[in-house]
């Protein structure tokens, strides 16, 4: 079974296609890798700032919010409470992969032009802080959803729940990264969605009414969700579930008490060894598991490579960091792309 997989692996590796998704590849030419992106920087942010600039980018007193969001949740919060009092724009294109994506000059056009950023920070971003400090746009508000929350420590991602709990939580150790998956964790959403009120409040204090009752609106669909969840969860045969891809789902996870047992950890541009591989392979045999999720911007082949070898079958555990174009279109949801979730995990799980 090693040599099986080491062989899958590499050709996986060498075909460049381990960790793209159709809507990463189909992109590559416009998304500048990490690497190079870093590379460059210190030459070319004042540049790509002073271009922004030059379009005469200025705030102006308006009856409306302008706000930009750098993942889809947020997106989705931030303009619940604004509702018709300002827009809100998703500065990922559609299928683009937050952990890997870079921002172009027109989006630091579309930042400049905007009153507040609202980002994830905790790592999840980390062109962030060099972009703004270069940017140097007065009045701007930058909103980070993960500050005043605890987060979770992502420590491992293989390894047997029996011996060590996948659940994304700090074990006393002191080594690891930090998860910034925090719009998982729907209890955590309406902390968040209330420090957006304030400061939707702060910008506009004579709607503080309207934005509180929107607030409060959107906590209780994100109440009855989690209801959904828990009353799902708590009943399912199975606790663990693996991911084809990258440790995205600690947080669930720890919230409904489930095991999450991924082939990498946070970053889904890593690529995981032949040993690595046959360990997951080895726990899906023995924990009688049937299905094998894979996220829909990130490729699923190294989840058809474990399906196939345990003869099991694969479905969609999507993060909702991004949408693809046809979602956008459709009119999907973060509630939506939630409750598929919740659906693929009844099934997988065995769920009453």
């Known amino acids: 079974m090693y040599k099986r997989l080491d062989s899958q692996v590499q050709t996986l590796r060498s075909s460049g296609t381990a960790n793209q998704g159709p809507s990463t590849r189909q992109s590559m030419k416009r998304i500048t890798t990490p690497i190079i992106f870093w590379g460059i920087a210190s030459l070319c942010i004042s540049q790509l700032c002073l271009y922004a600039r030059s379009m005469g980018v200025q ?199 489930l095991n999450q047992i991924a082939l990498f950890g946070l970053s889904p541009d890593s690529t995981p060894t032949p040993g690595e591989m046959v360990k997951v392979v080895e726990i899906a045999k023995e924990q009688e598991i049937k299905v094998i999720y894979f996220e829909i911007n990130v490729s699923d082949e190294m989840a058809k490579v474990i399906a196939q070898e345990i003869g099991a079958r694969t479905l969609v555990l999507s993060p909702a960091a991004n949408i693809t174009l046809e979602q956008r279109d459709s009119g999907m949801t973060f509630f939506d792309i939630m409750n598929m979730n919740l659906e693929n995990l009844r099934e997988g799980l065995d769920c009453e």
């Not at 906590?219 to 989690?226: A, F, H, Q």
């Open 59 to 257: 705030v102006k007193d308006t009856d409306k919010i302008r706000a930009v969001a750098t993942v889809y949740p947020l997106k989705e919060f931030a303009q619940a409470v604004l509702g018709d009092r300002g827009e809100v724009t998703l500065l990922l294109p559609p299928g683009a992969e937050i952990h890997s994506w870079r921002p172009r000059p027109s989006d630091l056009n579309k930042i400049s032009r905007s009153d507040i950023f609202i980002c994830v920070g905790a790592g999840l971003e980390p062109w962030v802080d060099d972009i703004l400090k270069a940017m140097k746009r007065p009045g701007l508000k930058v909103f980070r959803a993960s500050e005043g929350i605890a987060l979770v420590r992502e420590e491992g991602h293989t390894h047997d729940p029996r011996t060590r709990h996948e659940r994304g939580h700090d074990q006393g150790h002191d080594h690891g990264v930090m998860d910034p998956h925090i719009w998982l964790d729907f209890g955590l959403d309406q902390l968040i969605i209330d420090r957006l009120v304030a400061l939707m409040t702060e910008l506009m204090p004579e709607k503080a009414s309207f934005f509180e009752v929107n607030g409060k609106h959107c906590k209780k669909r994100l109440r009855e969700l989690d209801k959904r969840y828990e009353e799902t969860l708590s009943r399912c045969r199975q606790r663990s579930f693996i991911m084809g891809g990258h440790a995205a789902f600690g947080y669930l996870a720890k919230r409904y008490q």
